[in-house]
């Protein structure tokens, strides 16, 4: 059973910067396409982010994030990082870590297709 925690949230001013962690257990990381997600008030869920396993690792991004966010594996620590700049009012949201050992890259950023979520961190961008 993989498991998965987030950390890494928190409060920042527009143009700030962060970095969430999302710890893999249960399972060998490189066997599994991880992804973030985040979580508006009111709004769906939405796909950020996603790189793929490490036979052929891929990344794909949201637009309104590309540029300002990068995934990446460190798999001594056997978890994937989100590297958040430039941050804007508008990421405010919870953000989640999601798996899945098989993914049609197409639908990357469909929540319906990983099997496996964090409990979330929430990060809020404010003056």
């Known amino acids: 059973q993989v498991q998965l925690v987030e950390s890494g949230g928190g409060s920042v001013q527009p143009g700030g910067s962060l970095r969430l962690s999302c710890a893999v257990s249960?399972?060998?990381?490189?066997?599994?396409?991880i992804a973030w997600f985040r979580q508006a008030p009111g709004k769906e869920r939405e796909g950020v982010a996603v790189?793929?396993?490490?036979?052929?690792?891929?990344?794909y991004y949201k637009d309104s994030v590309k540029g300002r966010f990068t995934i990446s594996r460190d798999n001594a620590k056997n978890a994937i990082t989100l590297q958040m700049i430039g941050l804007k009012p508008e990421d405010t949201a919870v953000y989640f870590c999601?798996?899945?050992?098989?993914?049609?890259?197409?639908?990357?950023?469909?929540?319906?297709?990983?099997?496996?979520w964090g409990q979330g961190t929430r990060v809020t961008v404010s003056p």
């Open positions: 249960g399972s060998t990381l490189d066997w599994y396409n």
């Open positions: 790189i793929t396993t490490s036979r052929d690792p891929t990344t």
């Open positions: 999601a798996a899945t050992a098989h993914l049609w890259t197409e639908k990357w950023h469909d929540a319906a297709e990983y099997n496996y």
